[in-house]
């Protein structure tokens, strides 16, 4: 399994930006389908965005426009840029791993990062 630490996070005005980043190793990152979670107080864990290996991206219906998932292979990174929040956008984010025929629930988590949008 590849390890997951997430970070970025932290506590920003609605409207504002940040870039979360999620970095791996322990396994060759490139082989590996990458997505953002997030999980608000007394909700359900929401898909954000993923990535494929070759650079495709998928985006939830809340976030399209606003946010943008990138990877940088040689640096064993994964990128969420957050643009444009909304109060609603706070929740902790979880970065996950996992291979191609896998569920996310077989990949591997990171811990979380928190955002926090402020009014």
């Known amino acids: 399994q590849v390890q997951l630490v997430e970070s970025g996070g932290g506590l920003v005005q609605a409207g504002g930006s940040l870039r979360l980043s999620c970095a791996a190793s322990?396994?060759?990152?490139?082989?590996?389908?990458m997505a953002w979670f997030r999980q608000a107080p007394g909700k359900e864990r929401e898909f954000v965005a993923r990535?494929?290996?070759?650079?495709?991206?998928a985006y939830g219906d809340s976030v399209k426009g606003r946010f943008t998932i990138s990877r940088d292979n040689a640096k064993n990174t994964l990128y969420l840029q957050v643009n444009s929040l909304k109060l609603e956008d706070t929740a902790v984010y979880y970065c996950?791993?996992?291979?191609?025929?896998?569920?996310?629930?077989?990949?591997?988590w990171g811990q979380g990062t928190q955002v926090t949008v402020s009014s």
């Open positions: 996950a791993a996992t291979q191609s025929g896998r569920s996310w629930s077989d990949g591997s």
């Open positions: 322990g396994r060759t990152f490139g082989d590996y389908i």
């Open positions: 990535i494929t290996r070759g650079g495709g991206t």
